[in-house]
């Protein structure tokens, strides 16, 4: 390990002392480097969305641990069966008329009463004109 500093240390003591290795060997590196990790993150990105969008017809908000087949699972937390980590409130990153049904189970006691009508009007949205809803509740109103 102190092997391996001591290198790093005397390449970067080094680049300081020859700027043009800099500018003609690191910095193109650099750019080639972050232009490639940029490409392949947001390649791969538009290929799983696609893919999540073209396998999957049915959305799935709130899931927690549920994970349902065909369906995009939802939840504002990291969770194992959570596909996309996102704010169920407003669902602006799916496209509209695009799913079949949506369904949630025990999501509408954790959105804010002033919240509820974005929901809905979200839903409406992203569903088809033949599409279908399925919300459950377990308590939507405390004593």
Known sequence: M???NKFI??????IKE????????????????????????????FIKWNFFLKN??????????????????VD????SAADIRYNCINLKIFPSNHFQGVFSNAFWEHVYLNERQNVINSVIRVIR???????????????
């Open 2 to 4: 102190l092997l391996k």
């Open 9 to 14: 240390v005397d390449l970067k003591y080094r």
């Open 18 to 45: 020859f700027p043009i290795i800099y500018k003609v060997i690191i910095k193109p590196i650099k750019i080639i480097l972050l232009t490639t990790y940029f490409l392949n993150c947001n390649v791969n990105r």
């Open 56 to 73: 999957n017809y049915y959305l799935h908000l709130g899931c927690g641990d549920t994970k349902l087949e065909k369906a995009i699972n």
């Open 76 to 79: 504002a937390r990291y969770t």
């Open 129 to 143: 004109n033949d599409g279908f809803v399925f919300f459950t509740v377990e308590y939507l109103i405390s004593k």
